[in-house]
């Protein structure tokens, strides 16, 4: 079963075993997103084969319909309202969705490998190094402003030439 959020979240503290699973799922999401971008093609077909029935049988019987005068318009309009065919339309849509999501999980695990990239070369930099003491900057700053202030009150005295 996949999974598509679990899939494409980084675990930062687990990078190589993300590299190492990176390949693996891409090729899963990429299989997922064929057999998805297959799945609609077919529903597509039968909705195409389903749509071409149905306005046969309307020409072939328009009274069973309830039409009087056979037009595009009238054979077009009589189509559309057709249980059968808004079911047909209903799967393809469906079979539409599931493909975009599966090509969107197909965008999100290339993305997980340029943020895996970019991940690795933060900690060759040592940015995801050990914990550091965070800085008060309110504190530092108060700290130098009264050091100004201090400063400011000493006078250098200078002797004149005379």
């Known amino acids: 079963m996949l999974n ?3 899939d494409i979240k980084i675990d930062p503290t687990a990078l190589d075993i993300e590299w190492v699973q990176q390949a693996d799922k891409m090729l899963l999401y990429a299989k997922h997103s064929a057999d998805m971008r297959k799945e609609m093609d077919e529903t597509k077909e039968r ?4 749509k071409a029935r149905i306005e046969l049988s309307i020409r072939t019987d328009p009274e069973a319909y309830g039409l009087a005068k056979v037009t595009e318009a009238s054979i077009q309009s009589t189509l559309l309202i057709q249980d059968e065919y808004r079911r047909l339309v209903q799967r393809y849509l469906d079979a539409k969705y599931e493909n975009d999501i599966a090509l969107g999980a197909v965008r999100a695990l290339d993305q997980k490998k340029t943020a895996l990239e970019n991940l690795v070369k933060l900690l060759g930099a040592s940015y995801l190094a050990g914990p550091k003491a965070p800085r008060n900057l309110q504190e530092e700053y108060l700290e130098k402003a ?3 202030k201090a400063n400011s009150k000493v006078k250098v005295s200078r002797k004149k030439e005379v």
């Open 47 to 50: 909705l195409e084969v389903g």
């Open 4 to 6: 598509y959020e679990e």
């Open 146 to 148: 009264e050091r100004r």
